[in-house]
């Protein structure tokens, strides 16, 4: 009856701590997490993080600068797929989130790590390759910005913040 009741233990124990992971690994599968707002690094168990300058994303815009209310169309291109995504503005001069998205692509949700719709995250776990979205920049000047993404391509494996060019702030001196 010993071996029973431990063999009953450990199967208890498994099928929680399985549990546990499921529901860990699901609640990514619709959206990055507020906790990555600052660093924009995906909380996963035991992810492997690769270099940003060795991927197979770009950030593009077609504008090199902006001024204030401006909307700004921003593509993410990539030679693969992928599941998750993390998009933000930040201004250059010290690196805070900046700006709105108020167009997105099917499978992208807003997320509000400081302000309204100022970053944008995947909305499920269908593959992702080639994404379109609109950034507003604020009525007030915050000066040049950069677009950073953080992809994941599975669970496991992701880059973080992979950065656009420098798109200045039109009309500064």
Same mark, same amino acid.
């Given at each position: 009856?010993?071996?029973?009741?431990? +063999?009953?233990?450990?199967?208890?124990?498994?099928?929680?701590?399985?549990?546990?992971? #499921?529901?860990? +690994?699901?609640?990514?599968?619709?959206? +990055? $997490?507020?906790?990555?707002?600052?660093?924009?690094?995906?909380?996963?168990?035991?992810?492997?993080?690769? $270099?940003?300058?060795?991927?197979?994303?770009?950030?593009?815009?077609?504008?090199?600068?902006?001024?204030? =209310?401006?909307?700004?169309?921003?593509?993410?291109?990539?030679?693969?797929?992928?599941?998750?995504?993390?998009?933000?503005?930040?201004?250059?001069?010290?690196?805070?989130?900046? =700006?709105?998205?108020? #167009?997105?692509?099917?499978?992208?949700?807003?997320?509000?790590?400081?302000?309204?719709?100022?970053?944008?995250?995947?909305?499920?776990?269908?593959?992702?390759?080639?994404?379109?979205?609109?950034?507003?920049?604020?009525?007030?000047?915050?000066?040049?910005?950069?677009?950073?993404?953080?992809?994941?391509?599975?669970?496991?494996?992701?880059?973080?913040?992979?950065?656009?060019?420098? #798109? +200045?702030?039109?009309?500064?001196?």
């Amino acid at each position: 009856m010993e071996d029973g009741g431990k +063999a009953h233990t450990a199967i208890v124990g498994w099928a929680c701590m399985t549990l546990c992971l #499921v529901s860990y +690994a699901a609640a990514f599968s619709q959206g +990055a $997490s507020l906790s990555a707002c600052t660093d924009m690094m995906p909380r996963h168990l035991r992810v492997q993080l690769h $270099s940003s300058s060795n991927n197979y994303i770009t950030v593009h815009t077609n504008m090199s600068f902006y001024f204030p =209310g401006d909307k700004v169309p921003v593509t993410v291109r990539s030679t693969r797929d992928y599941m998750g995504f993390m998009l933000q503005a930040r201004k250059v001069s010290n690196n805070e989130i900046t =700006g709105t998205f108020i #167009v997105l692509p099917p499978g992208s949700k807003l997320l509000t790590c400081f302000e309204d719709g100022d970053t944008v995250t995947h909305s499920d776990k269908s593959l992702k390759r080639n994404l379109s979205f609109v950034w507003k920049a604020p009525d007030q000047p915050v000066g040049d910005i950069k677009f950073f993404i953080s992809i994941v391509q599975s669970y496991f494996v992701y880059w973080a913040k992979i950065e656009s060019a420098v #798109v +200045a702030q039109g009309g500064q001196n």
